[in-house]
């Protein structure tokens, strides 16, 4: 392998000191234009590589940032990690990704470890840390948002970016009340509790305001170790209500389950039961039928946590966001009458 040029190697050649060739490399007027022409040039011809390391220990930046993920092999989260990643190209900046499952220890190692690399910002997805383990972290100092955090982020130094889950969940439910149904089951998961309580919690409040009574709505979850196709296909396997006409998902994911698992029971979706999810994976719009779901802008969540991680980086104050979701209509809900009739 080809020994890599150095400063010293320009410095030779061109008849200077090494400490002419930095100056001039980097731009510094106290070298003549002529000789940063001529030392540019030269350093071109050689292929002078900058060393990146050794730049970023100067200029006191890396120009990389710390990404921590649960779970890669979620689909919602990689559409999320695209809008960091645009946003990182756009700055010329590098992307450093670790996964730590749904595990705060993983996930306190792995900021860790970034914040070790000098990393100049982190972000953190569906966190599950804490209040203890962010005030740890938070010694650091290094520049932290996080994106859905399971846990209520107690910072003042840390910034977030949300979804509205409990807007969510009124959604899902006034989109289902709408269509006429009486009695609902919730699938759930408890790989997260918090966007989890807030869905169901809008789900219900909004039920009740539309004259549901409380004991019309049932509720479960799937165990935290289970994929979430399986929980949903488990938890449809499992329903036993036969009153129940309308399923609103934790997620995507768990909906998909929950069809596969009711066309193995006989049930016809969306005629005999209709099922909305939450996310709108682009798996969703090719199930059969059509999945009915709560929309979170993905890419939009990561874009805007860069954003604001970026003005962290430079020093000025921010403030969270809390991004807002849409319902999309497809055919896996329809109006109960309509399906009595089918």
Not at 33 to 56: C, F, K
Not at 150 to 177: K, M, P, W
């Amino acid at each position: 392998m080809a020994r890599r040029v150095s400063i010293m190697d320009i410095a030779a050649r061109a008849g200077v000191s090494h400490t002419t060739v930095s100056r001039a490399l980097r731009g510094h007027t106290r070298i003549s234009a002529v000789v940063r022409y001529r030392i540019a040039a030269l350093a071109d011809e050689m292929g002078y590589v900058p060393n990146a390391i050794a730049q970023s220990l100067k200029q006191q930046h890396t120009s990389t940032i710390g990404v921590v993920v649960s779970d890669m092999a979620d689909p919602f989260w990689g559409e999320v990690v695209k809008g960091i990643d645009d946003v990182c190209a756009a700055n010329d900046q590098s992307l450093l990704l670790h996964t730590a499952a749904h595990d705060a220890a993983q996930q306190l190692k792995a900021i860790q470890r970034l914040q070790q690399r000098r990393v100049d910002g982190i972000i953190v997805v569906d966190s599950q840390l804490e209040p203890r383990d962010v005030r740890q972290i938070e010694q650091d100092a290094t520049p932290t948002v996080f994106i859905n955090s399971q846990r209520t982020l107690e910072s003042t130094s840390f910034r977030s970016v949300t979804i509205d889950n409990y807007a969510g969940g009124e959604l899902a439910a006034h989109h289902l009340a709408t269509l006429g149904h009486q009695t609902y089951a919730y699938f759930g998961s408890h790989k997260r509790p918090g966007s989890n309580l807030q869905r169901v919690t809008g789900f219900i409040d909004t039920l009740v305001t539309h004259g549901i009574e409380r004991s019309k709505i049932f509720r479960t979850e799937c165990d935290a170790d289970i994929a979430d196709i399986e929980g949903g296909y488990t938890m449809a396997q499992a329903l036993h209500e036969p009153d129940v006409t309308a399923v609103f998902c934790y997620n995507d994911a768990i909906a998909l389950g929950a069809l596969a698992g009711f066309r193995a029971k006989g049930i016809a979706v969306p005629h005999q039961i209709s099922i909305v999810g939450f996310d709108d994976l682009a798996m969703s719009r090719y199930s059969w039928p059509p999945l009915t779901t709560v929309a979170q802008p993905k890419a939009l969540l990561g874009q805007t946590a860069m954003h604001i991680l970026a003005t962290l980086i430079d020093g000025h104050a921010v403030l969270d966001a809390v991004l807002v979701p849409t319902l999309i209509a497809r055919d896996s809900s329809m109006s109960l009458l309509k399906g009595l009739r089918t």
